[in-house]
């Protein structure tokens, strides 16, 4: 005899299994219908041409799919559209999120729950304390330039007549070492100066350079396992301790003045470390609080990893670049003497701020090499609603990329010769290194367009002017590699150089 209770357990039993088989599909199909009609077609492209050919492919398949498709990369879907939209992704900011794409790129999604003003904070530290400040900035740190390229020059015994074999260093040494000085006393100030400082700047700056995933192009687990990847790389951020402790100290030791930050910023003598100790302190306790210290030290990191590693990189594009085509050398090296007057060195205080805005051809060359070294999937956004562009519905929640090429290369932007490189292109146009439009975005555009760009751009002359002032710079076998086409400005070009005298070569 079959009892109620067993009844009822059976019938409890099927109905979870069919809930659990029903259920799913059900949820599954909801999504189907809540998707947006009109998705951009996808597009399949081997994730190795897109790694080792990224311009030749996304430019094939937007030519024949266009204007909006999708591609899947690192395990995810991404939006790439062509030149055409790029203005609307990379203005329309209520709808294509910078700060949103950013956290979301460089694997800073709970960074960024956590410090929730970080981007707002950082944008408006480098503006007024950094872009606002340039001539003070570069007074100081133009010595520390010229006392690197001396050094190098020394390295590579260049003036020794009995130098026997020609030595050659990585370019990447020579810029990541000049810059992370000059960003440690920029950020930090001088008392902070010593070897022992200046590695950790340095490590932090690589440090963080590998968790937001820089390097991940060119790992072979980073693309085949870009999870277990993003885990093992937060645990590299050791350096990140050691540098916390000694910002801790500094804010400990000092008192600030809480007036000084807000009444006028761009009168500010000291260090960005100085300036947050008076932004943040507590006006009724004169200290420091926990909570400050922590937004300080991320903000403190979050400059030093945006303005050290990609500038170094892109400077080594530009000596590299300068190193491939001596035709220019001459010209740079006789635009500086126009200048400068004499000799560019340590102890010249002539060179400022203005003699390096006069730098037109050198400007130009800076330009053009921005323009032309690679840029393809550079600037991002995330899409905040599902938003329709280019005849397609984009859904909310993805990665949206204009492909750069498609604009730098642009014939219609350009001209007929725009896939040739002319250094001179830009000279009495009007248009600087610094000058971002549609047809020119490698430090971004719009509202987010990079604020530090007037310093990086400043910086990259100096490391050319502390080399050109009275060397040229050649190249090993006169080429270099490019280790990751699809990530240009922050993998350095591979490649070794030295410096030949002027008066050494015919
Ligand atoms: C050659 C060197 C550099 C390149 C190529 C570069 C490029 C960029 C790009 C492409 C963006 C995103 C813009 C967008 O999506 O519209 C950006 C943002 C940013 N960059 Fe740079 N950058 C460089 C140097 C610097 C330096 C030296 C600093 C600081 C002093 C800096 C600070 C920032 C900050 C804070 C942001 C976040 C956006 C914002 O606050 O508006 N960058 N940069």
């Known amino acids: ?53 990224p311009r030749e492919a996304y430019e094939t398949a937007l030519g024949k799919y266009g204007p909006v498709i999708a591609v899947k990369r690192k395990g995810r879907v991404e939006y790439i559209v062509d030149s055409s939209l790029t203005h609307q992704v990379l203005t329309t900011n209520h709808l294509f999120s910078f700060e949103e794409g950013t956290a979301f790129i460089l694997n800073l999604y709970y960074f960024k729950k956590l410090f929730t003003a970080f981007f707002v904070d950082i944008d408006d530290l480098v503006h007024n304390v950094i872009a606002a400040r340039m001539p003070l900035v570069v007074e100081q740190v133009f010595p520390v330039f010229m006392k690197h390229a001396s050094n190098l020059f020394d390295e590579l015994h260049c003036l020794r007549e009995d130098a026997q074999e020609t030595r050659y260093v990585h370019g990447l040494d020579h810029t990541h070492k000049s810059i992370s000085e000059a960003m440690a006393l920029i950020i930090l100030g001088p008392d ?17 350079a590998v968790v937001t995933g820089l390097y991940q192009n060119t790992s072979w687990w980073g693309t085949n396992y870009p999870d277990v990847w993003r885990l093992f790389t937060w645990s590299v951020l050791v350096h990140y301790w050691d540098s916390r402790l000694q910002i801790w100290r500094k804010l400990r030791k000092e008192t600030y003045d809480s007036d000084i930050a807000t009444d006028s910023p761009e009168q500010f003598k000291g260090s960005v470390l100085d300036f947050l100790g008076c932004k943040f302190t507590n006006r009724t306790s004169g200290r420091i609080g926990f909570s400050a210290y922590l937004r300080i030290t991320a903000l403190v990191l979050g400059i030093v990893f945006a303005s050290v ?36 060195s340590v102890d010249n205080a002539n060179v400022s701020y203005e ?47 204009p492909l750069a090429s498609l604009s730098h290369m642009s014939t219609q932007y350009h001209g007929p010769d725009a896939e040739k490189f002319d250094g001179a292109r830009w000279v009495g146009t009007g248009k600087q290194a610094v000058t971002v439009n549609h047809t020119y975005f490698p430090f971004g555009l719009g509202r987010w367009a990079c604020p530090g760009r007037a310093l990086a751009v400043a910086e990259i002359k100096m490391i050319v002017w502390g080399i050109i002032c009275c060397s040229k710079p050649i190249l090993k076998g006169g080429m270099y590699t490019v ?19 002027f008066n050494y070569i015919a």
Not at 1 to 17: C, K, P
Not at 196 to 208: C, M, Q, S, W
Not at 323 to 344: K, N, T
Not at 356 to 383: H, M, N, P, W, Y
């Open 192 to 208: 902070f100066v010593n070897p022992t400082n200046l590695l950790a700047v340095e490590k932090v700056a690589h440090d963080i």
């Open 1 to 53: 005899m079959i009892s109620l209770t067993s009844v009822s357990v059976e019938l409890t039993t099927a109905f979870f299994i069919v809930l659990l088989l029903v259920g799913p599909m059900f949820l599954w199909l909801r999504k189907l219908e809540s998707r947006p009609k009109n998705l951009p077609p996808v597009i399949k492209i081997a994730e190795a041409e897109l790694f080792k050919r």
């Open 483 to 501: 280790p990751d086409p699809l990530n240009v400005t922050s993998v350095a070009p591979s490649g070794e150089m030295t410096l030949v005298p």
């Open 309 to 344: 590693h990609q500038t170094a990189s892109v400077a080594v594009w530009v000596l590299y670049e300068l190193a491939m085509r001596p035709e220019y050398q001459s010209a740079l090296h006789e635009e500086l003497f126009d200048i400068c007057g004499v000799a560019c």
């Open 355 to 401: 003699s390096l805005q006069k730098a037109a051809r050198l400007d130009s060359f800076i330009r053009e090499v921005l323009r032309t070294k690679g840029d393809t999937l550079s600037t991002c956004r995330l899409t905040t609603a599902s938003v329709p562009i280019g005849g397609y519905v984009i859904p909310k929640g993805f990665l949206v990329i």
